[in-house]
């Protein structure tokens, strides 16, 4: 079975960059994969921040990250990285990362149940001022 495994968090100040990393181990990617990064801040709704197709290396963002956050990946290491640039207040969250099908199907992820396998256990991230 795929294990996710985020990792990165801590506390920053507005304006810093950050790096979380998203570990898999075990089972095998279908060429269609594709893997999100997702948040959850206290009180909100679950949000879709990007994702990238695994094979293709094809990315997009939610709204609210554009131009400043970037998905990237490792095949050799089987890891997926979230590049956080200017940094706000409200980039505090819970960051989790989450594996499904096509590319395109990626922002319905939020609606799911976080199951293992398939989501990891997250990394909190905290945006001081």
């Known amino acids: 079975q795929v294990q996710l495994v985020e990792s990165g968090g801590r506390l920053v100040q507005a304006g810093d960059s950050l790096r979380l990393s998203c570990a898999v181990s075990g089972g095998t990617f279908a060429s269609s994969a594709s893997m999100g990064w997702f948040r959850e801040a206290p009180g909100k709704a679950r949000e879709f921040v990007g994702a990238i197709a695994w094979t293709a290396g094809n990315t997009f963002y939610g709204d609210s990250v554009k131009g400043r956050f970037t998905i990237s990946r490792d095949n050799t290491t089987r890891t997926m990285y979230l590049h956080m640039n200017s940094m706000k207040l409200e980039t505090t969250a819970t960051y989790y990362c989450?594996?499904?099908?096509?590319?395109?199907?990626?922002?319905?992820?939020?609606?799911?149940?976080?199951?293992?396998?398939?989501w990891g256990r997250g990394t909190q991230v905290f945006v001081s001022s």
């Open positions: 989450a594996i499904g099908g096509p590319l395109a199907t990626a922002p319905f992820w939020a609606l799911r149940t976080r199951l293992a396998g398939s």
